[in-house]
């Protein structure tokens, strides 16, 4: 009866063991998804809200679908671009068909880096 009692008692430590063992490999798996595909799919979008949240007229835009074109206007979540050299090609757009934004001081830090300044003609100028 005795050797009954400890060959049980030995069964459940084992049982124990093998549960804690389990649920820490889920906690270390749910870990390795989160750090390894949610973290940076967020900081991509957190990245992506603030560049067309900081749409401003007179941006260069990408939309989605490849066109290129001007921003006019910016109310709320609709931007107004004009594609193309034709004046009347106006078409409002929601802002998450923007792709990517290409503004006019980027265009000169370019310059300046392709010129070998750096950036110090622009600074002077300040």
Do not use: W
């Amino acid at each position: 009866m005795i050797a009954m009692f400890l060959e049980q008692n030995v069964n459940n430590q084992a049982a124990g063991a093998s549960t804690a063992f389990m649920v820490i490999y889920v906690v270390a798996l749910v870990a390795f998804f989160y750090f390894m595909f949610l973290r940076p799919q967020r900081k991509e979008q957190k990245k992506i809200d603030e560049i067309r949240n900081g749409v401003l007229p007179g941006d260069n835009i990408m939309t989605t679908g490849g066109f290129y074109g001007v921003v006019l206007d910016v109310v709320d979540d609709t931007v107004i671009v004009e594609f193309g050299n034709n004046k009347n090609c106006r078409i409002p757009m929601h802002k998450n068909a923007i792709a990517e934004v290409e503004r006019d001081e980027d265009k000169e830090e370019q310059k300046d880096e392709k010129a070998g300044n750096g950036g110090e003609r622009r600074k002077k100028a300040k």
